[in-house]
């Protein structure tokens, strides 16, 4: 079967680092997604992965490593605003996004 | 408008009853998604179009149903709603290759 783990929740404080991981099993690969999601909003994308190695974009950056199957999302500069849920998805060889439960990130003064 | 709309926000329905969420872009994307979210649980796909005048099952599609006339709507519906069914739906387009998927809103359905 396919699957997607990352942490359930996760605590930060404001203007700390925090890494969140992403692991998967997937028939195929053509892709990895990170969203993020507010309270009550819809999922807004924030970067994609399909080779190995880190993008960065600003305050965020992500990590992809195919062999190992493996992903993390490092935020900086935390802000209280961070505050949300990351969602993690691959894309498959039906080029189907395949998504996790999510990572609920508590950010604290 | 500009993104991708659904109607209606938030809906409270009786098992049993026919209900269909709407869901429009402007983006003129080929693909639209149809998904729901659970606590606890991923996003989980239940139609999908790669083109209009087509569409295809997701992971949890029995009890809905889609259609795609345009390339602009994409509406889902819920034949006979039940319980299981009270969920967050959103509708998607994009994703098509290395394209990033854009939600709505999303529909907050309760059914009782």
């Known amino acids: 079967g396919q699957n997607i783990d990352q942490p359930t929740e996760m605590t930060a404080t404001e203007g700390a680092i925090v890494q969140i991981n992403c692991t998967y099993q997937?028939?195929?690969?053509?892709?990895l997604f990170w969203y993020q999601q507010h309270a009550g909003e819809a999922p807004t994308f924030l970067s994609y992965n399909v080779l190995d190695g880190l993008e960065e974009k600003g305050r965020f950056s992500s990590f992809l490593s195919r062999s190992k199957g493996y992903s993390y999302l490092l935020l900086k500069e935390l802000q209280m605003k961070d505050s949300a849920s990351y969602l993690c998805a691959v894309r498959d060889s039906n080029y189907q996004l395949i998504w996790g439960a999510g990572t609920k990130l508590i950010i604290k003064p | 408008i500009a993104g991708i709309t659904q109607a209606p926000t938030s809906q409270i329905l009786a098992a049993g009853r026919r209900m269909t969420l709407r869901c429009t872009q402007d983006?003129?994307?080929?693909?639209m998604y149809w998904y729901r979210q659970d606590l606890g649980l991923g996003l989980r796909l239940i139609h999908y179009?790669?083109?209009?005048?087509?569409?295809g099952k997701g992971e949890v599609p029995d009890g809905y149903s889609v259609s795609r006339a345009n390339t602009d709507d994409f509406p889902l519906t819920l034949a006979s709603a039940v319980p299981s069914q009270t969920s967050v739906y959103f509708c998607?387009?994009?994703?098509?290759?290395?394209?990033?998927?854009?939600f709505g809103p999303g529909t907050r359905l309760t059914v009782l």
């Open positions: 997937t028939s195929g690969f053509n892709g």
């Open positions: 983006m003129r994307h080929n693909a």
């Open positions: 998607a387009s994009g994703g098509t290759d290395t394209d990033t998927q854009y």
């Open positions: 179009s790669n083109t209009a005048g087509t569409t």
